[in-house]
């Protein structure tokens, strides 16, 4: 089985100053805005870190809760934040690491049982296992 999903990027101008948008197959995300200084500099508009910390952290907690459902558990609530960070090396920016910070709530679960199957979703999670994916590319000018 298969599920594919798409997002677009258009861009327009150079590095500081072009602007760019995104946009998401189900329009949640509609022209969304970013650019160097949303990205760099803390304006508004989104920025493809924070797009990847919140598919990371969606992922993430929707595997444990079914984690959580096969070992016979219910979370009252899981909420789970993804620091992703950005960082200058010698070859250019690179993304080295993204923290998970989890805080649940679930009825019957020992602290041991939890981390234990928290540990398991953060290491089978789609999006964790994306990070070792082979990327392809088609590229063209029109």
Not at 63 to 85: D, M
Not at 108 to 124: L, M, R, T, V, W
Request: hydrophobic share 40%; with cysteine.
């Amino acid at each position: 089985m298969s599920i594919d999903r798409s997002a677009s990027a258009q861009w327009s101008g150079g590095l500081k100053t072009g602007r760019g948008s995104l946009t998401t197959q189900s329009g949640v995300l509609s022209a969304a805005p970013y650019g160097f200084s949303s990205r760099f500099e803390g304006q508004p508009g989104t920025n493809p870190e924070e797009l990847i910390g919140a598919a990371h952290a969606g992922c993430f907690t929707m595997q444990l809760s079914a984690l959580l459902e096969k070992a016979g558990l219910t979370a009252e609530r899981l909420e789970t934040k993804a620091v992703v960070s950005l960082e200058k090396d010698a070859t250019g920016f690179a993304i080295p690491r993204i923290k998970l910070t989890l805080t649940g709530k679930v009825p019957g679960a020992s602290d041991e049982a939890f981390q234990k199957i928290a540990a398991e979703a953060k290491a089978i999670c789609p999006v964790s296992r994306l990070l070792k994916a082979e990327i392809s590319l088609e590229a063209r000018l029109a």
